[in-house]
Structure formats: structure tokens, C-alpha cells
């Protein structure tokens, strides 16, 4: 008769596995418990066992074994096996020394009970010393298998050999394995770290872990890092020489991540973020997640990606963090990452395409210049940076690339000296400066399809792109307002007037008259020229339905106008007195972006902010600033005394740095 679970021959009649524990088939019973009713269900039970139940009722310790036995050879029916162990504690209860050693086994695995093996250890130990058979040679295993006690190969042999003796046959067996090991141990004791843990690799393999762990404990304590790894995935895993016990898994794995063993630095990350054993650990989790993804594990890159995502595991939740390891990741052709990246990417077209249809109904549409380009709500100035998606497209050094926001990946797309960009779908537009003139181009944004539009003498100062027409001021021409097509044909001067600063907001385009400083407003086809607001304006910008402007009718002692703003439709005009501006840079969410001259000699004037309700003012930068972009929570932007140059900073004016990208 054989186990069906590890294939070890078992007595005759045996109730379960003494190697294993599992349960021997034998045939099955219909009876159902409850714990009010438990005699009154066993009176089901054929007439055969009518005697034994009859001397279980009435406290017969033997008849109660016996009878919890019966049941417990039924593997599949969980009611018997809560009958058998039921009629086991009650024999247990009066003293039965095979009723109590085969009770121990459930609570060794923690089939059918709560598992509690110091518990089992303990039975065992009473029993052993008692002289009890089985209990001696599961006494031996608990010293092997570290069953309520540490593992003690010294302290096994010792107890099998005594159930050896006494002729119990899986005893005599166990012990011939274990003396075996004992004698390769000690001929490996000797050997170095290195050698040891080779030597565990191969009992590994051949899946002897009790003696691979040996090995790599040796190998571990004198601080191997491949061995500290080992220890610590074992302890990890199921089923590989030792029980499974995180805390362990954590203790070897830290070991071995201090050592810059990357899979270890990951397993730690991902414990601590799990929490199992109430050992979570946020901190601890981000920490060595971000080591294991630092050293190029892209599985780590990619759980990192994830909950950043989503905060999952009490990570908190950052985006940009988010998208740059999940990038990391599908450089490195994860399946999960670029799955991952696809279905956002997918989701963010779409919504996209709800925001521009509303916009194309409402004739507000963003897809706009390069000194009002807009992503979502953001509405930046300047002319060297521009944003579509994951990407931030500028102008530096003489050439025209782009960069990844959430991660360091750089793609150069041309080497044109170009400014004045603009996106439009697919297609970067932009002033290509040669050394005679200015000329037109546009470019798909993958650097490909390069295609110049028109070579005259003009420049392209304040590129709108709205459908199949672009929109700029011919700044060689007086600052005259003109357009072009998306293909380079039917080019027209749209307004005499001279210009410095032009938005394209449905039909009309709404400008600043530089010559009279009024703000107007022009139809797209050239007809119906209007002034709007109350004139004396020397600077403009439009965010939304607002119009906001510099007032130079009531300017300090260094030139700098007053705060005003009014909608789009000509009413709700207010002004902030207290806010002074030279110029408008940019306008991101609910912040104002300008300069301010402290005097007279500036011709620009340092970096101010102000929320679009007139508070908050705060300075960000104390020069001269020009050419000023917004992304993200960036600004980028030129120094006034060294233009060359493009700096980058936080949005609060920390971190401020050359952009060497």
C-alpha cells in the first residue's frame, strides 16, 4: 500500500502518510456535522459501527480513537474530517497517547484546525519521552523540518535513531538520508563560501532542500551574497527545505539587497509592499523597489510604474513618476509595460478627441502658437519649447529635438537653428533662421516629411495653427497680421495693422494694435476690424474667455502697467491696482506669468507670478527673463544677458538649471 501524495509505502490499514501526513484513501462516508448534533449525526453511520460508536458515546477512549480514525480515512469529505477530529480531541482529552500524536499532525499543517506547530512540537516532546513510538519519530522530523523549533540535524538523528531501534520502518529510513547528509556536511564544513554554495546549487536542483539550505546558510553567514539570496527566497517560497516565514525571507534578503543583489532588492520591495505577517512597509517598499529598478530590473520599473498608477499599496500616486518607469520598463521590451502604456496612450487620444470636438463646436480650439500653445488647460509664451503627449519639442545648440517628460530617452529630429514652434496633429511647424532670411517649414513629429511652405522675406513670429491655416505676424513687414495654409499655398496678409501679439479664437483673431495700443480683433478672412476693451493696453495675453492686459494709463515711476482683465465677450471688466506689470511671459492653470521692472534702466524685468484673481503675487526669479514657456510644472526660459542659453526651473522658482538636454 502506497501514499498517493509522496509515493512512500505505508502499513497496512494506515490512517495516514508517517512521511507526509496526508491522508490514506480508504472508502468514503455521507455523515454531515453540526457541533449541537454531533452524536445524533454518527448514529447515521452504518450498522457495522453501531458497537464502536455505541462505546465512543459512552467515553470509551479507545472506541473514540478508533472511530476519529474511521473518519479521517475519508480525504475528500471535509464534514468527516471534521467528525475525525472531532472523536480524536475526545479521545485526547482522556489521555490517548495515539489519539494525541495523530491530532498533532493536523495542527502541524493546520488541516482542519488552526495552525499552531510549537504546539505539535510540544505533544511530541511529552510523548517522545514517554516512550511513545510514532511520537519519537515525529519528534525527529520537527527537528528537521523546524516544526515549533529551530533545525537541529544532531538533535533528528538522535530521536530517529531511538524509533530506529524500537523497529519503526520509516524512522530506520529517514535515518539512513539524514546519516548520509550528515557525512557529506561534514566533509563540506571545510569548504570555502563560494564552493559551499555551488555544492547547495546542486542539491537545489536535484530538489534536496534540507541539505541545499545547509549549504547555503554556510555559504550566507560568511556573508556570500548569492547564498543570502538563496536563504531568503527559500524562506520565501513554498516547500524548499524551510517553512515559509517572510520575516526570514526579509532578514536574507536584506542581507543580499545591501549587497546590491538586484532580485533580492525587488523580493524586499515587494514584501514590504504586500504587508504579509503585518510587516508592511510603505517607505521600505518605494525604497527598495526604486533600488531593484535603478540598477535596470524591469520588473521593478514596471511594479513601480504601476502603483504609482493607481497608489496601490499606499505609494502615493505621482504621474509623471508613473509614466517614466513604465517607460523605463517597455525600453526594455516588458510585455506588461507596453501593454500598460498602449491602453493609456488609447485612453488619452480619446479624450483628447472629446476635448477638441467640444472646442471645434464652441470655436475655442487649443491646438494653437508658440506664444499660446496649449496642452489641456495650459497656455504658454515664448518660442523655444513646445509640448504634444509624453514629449517636450525644443529648439537648442542650433537643432531641433525632442525628449521624453518621464524619462531621459532623446531623439534628435533635425539640426535646423529654428524658433518659433508650433503643433498642429502630427506635424511640428516652425521658423527655420538661415544665414539670408527666415523660411516656413513643418516636420511630422517622428522627423520625417520635412517640408518648407514658403521662402519670402518674412518672419513667423506667433505661429497660430487652426485647421488647414496658420496664422502668424510678418514682423519684417510692419508686424503685419498674415496666413498661410497647412500645405504652403494661399498666402494673404489678413490686417495692415502692426501687430506684436495675435490669438485665433474661432472666426476671429483677437490682437494687439502695437502702433495705437488698443486691442483688437479682426475676422480670419480680413473683414470687420474692431477695437475692443478701453485701450491704453501695453501688453496682452488670452486664457479661456479672459482677456487679460497691461493698462500703461497708470504706470509707477519704472514703467510697469496695471493688472486687467475682462471676457472675451466685452464684459465683467476688473483691475487689480495693486499688481504692476511690464510684460505677460505666460499663463499655466490659475497663475499669471510676468515680469515686473525694478527700474528704469530694465528692459524686461524679473520673473513675477499672480493667480488670475489678482493674489498671491510672488517673485520666482530676480533677472531678466525672456521667452518663456510652461510644461508641466516647469518653466523654461532664456536669460536676457546671455540668450544662448536655455535655463529651466520649477514653477516656484526652485531648482533652477542650464537645460543641457
Not at 148 to 158: N, T
Amino acid at each position: 500500500m502506497f501514499c498517493t501524495k509522496c509515493g512512500r509505502k505505508v502499513r497496512e490499514n494506515a490512517n495516514f502518510c508517517k512521511e507526509c501526513g496526508a491522508k490514506i484513501n480508504l472508502p468514503q462516508t455521507t455523515q454531515t456535522i453540526s457541533d449541537s448534533s454531533v452524536v445524533e449525526q454518527t448514529r447515521n453511520i452504518s450498522d457495522k459501527l453501531i458497537n464502536l460508536i455505541k462505546m465512543a458515546e459512552q467515553g470509551d477512549s479507545e472506541a473514540q480513537y478508533y472511530l476519529g480514525e474511521y473518519y479521517l480515512n475519508d480525504e475528500e469529505n471535509d464534514e468527516n474530517l471534521k467528525l475525525g477530529i472531532y472523536w480524536l480531541e475526545k479521545a485526547s482529552e482522556q489521555n490517548h497517547a495515539d489519539a494525541q500524536c495523530g491530532l498533532a499532525l493536523f495542527y502541524a499543517v493546520g488541516e482542519g484546525v488552526e495552525k499552531k506547530p510549537e504546539l505539535s512540537f510540544e505533544v511530541w516532546k511529552n510523548l517522545a519521552l514517554q516512550g511513545h513510538l510514532d511520537s519519537q519519530y515525529y519528534f525527529g522530523l520537527c527537528y528537521i523540518n523546524g516544526i515549533g523549533v529551530e533545525e537541529d540535524l544532531d538533535v533528528a538523528i538522535y530521536w530517529l535513531g531511538l524509533a530506529a531501534k524500537r523497529g519503526h520502518e520509516e524512522a530506520k529510513e529517514k535515518l539512513g538520508e539524514l546519516q548520509d547528509i550528515n557525512t557529506k556536511r561534514q566533509s563540506t564544513d571545510t569548504i570555502d563560501a563560494e564552493e559551499q554554495f555551488e555544492i547547495g546549487l546542486e542539491y537545489y536542483d536535484k530538489k534536496n532542500y534540507i541539505q541545499a539550505v545547509y549549504c547555503f546558510k554556510i555559504a550566507a553567514e560568511q556573508g556570500y551574497i548569492e547564498a543570502q539570496y538563496m536563504m531568503g527566497y527559500c524562506y520565501y517560497s513554498n516547500d524548499k527545505g524551510v517553512e515559509h516565514d517572510p520575516k526570514q525571507a526579509i532578514y536574507w534578503f536584506t542581507k543580499a539587497a545591501n549587497q546590491g543583489k538586484v532580485t533580492a532588492q525587488y523580493l524586499l520591495g515587494t514584501l514590504y509592499l504586500t504587508g504579509e505577517n503585518g510587516i508592511k512597509d510603505n517607505q521600505q517598499a518605494e525604497y527598495w523597489l526604486i533600488k531593484a529598478a535603478e540598477q535596470g530590473e524591469s520588473v521593478a520599473q514596471y511594479t513601480l510604474g504601476v502603483y504609482y498608477l493607481n497608489t496601490f499599496g499606499g505609494i502615493i500616486k505621482d504621474d509623471v513618476k508613473a509614466f517614466y518607469w513604465l517607460n523605463k520598463s517597455a525600453e526594455q521590451s516588458n510585455a506588461d509595460a507596453q501593454k500598460c502604456l498602449k491602453t493609456l496612450h488609447e485612453l488619452s487620444l480619446k479624450n483628447q478627441s472629446k476635448i477638441e470636438a467640444v472646442e471645434k463646436k464652441n470655436g475655442t480650439s487649443k491646438i494653437n502658437n508658440s506664444n499660446t500653445r496649449k496642452t489641456g488647460d495650459i497656455v504658454v509664451g515664448g518660442n523655444d519649447v513646445t509640448e504634444q503627449g509624453e514629449w517636450i519639442y525644443h529648439s537648442i545648440n542650433g537643432s531641433l529635438s525632442k525628449i521624453n517628460k518621464y524619462s531621459d530617452t532623446k531623439v534628435l529630429i533635425n539640426n535646423d537653428s529654428c524658433n518659433n514652434l508650433a503643433i498642429s496633429g502630427d506635424w511640428l511647424y516652425y521658423q527655420y533662421n538661415n544665414d539670408l532670411d527666415c523660411e516656413l517649414y513643418k516636420i511630422r513629429t517622428d522627423g520625417t516629411g520635412k517640408q518648407k511652405l514658403n521662402n519670402s522675406d518674412e518672419s513667423y513670429e506667433c505661429i497660430n495653427v487652426v485647421g488647414d491655416w496658420i496664422y502668424y505676424i510678418n514682423d519684417i513687414s510692419n508686424g503685419n497680421i498674415c496666413k498661410i495654409r497647412t500645405n504652403g499655398s494661399g498666402r494673404k496678409k489678413v490686417c495692415d495693422d502692426e501687430a506684436d501679439y495675435i490669438k485665433v479664437i474661432g472666426e476671429w483673431i483677437y490682437y494687439r494694435n502695437s502702433e495705437h495700443d488698443y486691442i483688437c480683433r479682426v475676422r480670419t478672412d480680413g473683414n470687420k476690424r474692431q477695437e475692443v476693451g478701453n485701450g491704453n493696453c501695453d501688453d496682452m495675453i488670452i486664457s479661456g474667455d479672459w482677456i487679460y492686459y497691461v493698462d500703461g494709463s497708470d504706470e509707477n515711476e519704472f514703467y510697469n502697467g496695471c493688472l486687467c482683465k475682462f471676457r472675451i465677450s466685452g464684459n465683467d471688466y476688473k483691475k487689480f491696482p495693486n499688481v504692476k506689470c511690464a510684460y505677460f511671459k505666460a499663463i499655466a492653470g490659475d497663475w499669471i506669468y510676468y515680469t515686473v521692472r525694478t527700474n528704469k534702466n530694465d528692459a524686461l524685468g524679473s520673473l513675477y507670478k499672480v493667480h488670475t484673481d489678482g493674489s498671491k503675487k510672488t517673485m520666482i526669479r530676480n533677472i531678466e527673463v525672456s521667452e518663456v514657456n510652461i510644461i508641466g510644472n516647469l518653466i523654461f526660459y532664456r536669460d536676457t544677458h546671455d540668450s544662448a542659453k536655455l535655463w529651466v526651473m520649477q514653477t516656484d522658482g526652485t531648482n533652477n538649471k542650464l537645460w543641457t538636454k
